[in-house]
Nanobody, 127 residues
Framework: QLQLVESGGGLVQPGGSLRLSCAAS????????LAWFRQTPGREREGVSC????????TDTESVKGRFTISRDIAKNTVYLQMNSLKPEDAGVYYC????????????????????WGQGTQVTVSS
């Protein structure tokens, strides 16, 4: 079973940057589509960015385009989310998620697509 552990969250001022990491164990990340989701109190979990297993292509939700970048390091079995120009509305608990590549041709930002989830890391954007 794929196990995912996020890190890198914290408090940052508006306009600042953070890089989240998600370390995988149990299986090779190269067999999975991977994604980052976030959730704030009272709201549903929202897909932020995902990366397709086969070609590394990425999909971002509109609100983070040009600011966030998802990437993976297969050798380190780790997926990252580089977040720049952070805004207060980016705050929340960020979750890493994975699903086996054979479940779909490409990654998507649908929560129901993902089987494996990390425990989340808190991101706070405040001055």
């Amino acid at each position: 079973q794929l196990q995912l552990v996020e890190s890198g969250g914290g408090l940052v001022q508006p306009g600042g940057s953070l890089r989240l990491s998600c370390a995988a164990s149990g299986y090779d990340l190269g067999y999975y589509h991977l994604a980052w989701f976030r959730q704030t109190p009272g709201r549903e979990r929202e897909g932020v960015s995902c990366i397709t297993r086969s070609d590394g292509s990425t999909t971002d939700t509109e609100s983070v385009k040009g600011r966030f970048t998802i990437s993976r390091d297969i050798a380190k079995n780790t997926v990252y989310l580089q977040m720049n120009s952070l805004k207060p509305e980016d705050a929340g608990v960020y979750y890493c998620a994975g699903t086996p590549y054979y479940r779909s041709a490409r990654c998507a930002l649908r929560e129901s697509d993902y089987i494996y989830w990390g425990q989340g890391t808190q991101v706070t954007v405040s001055s």
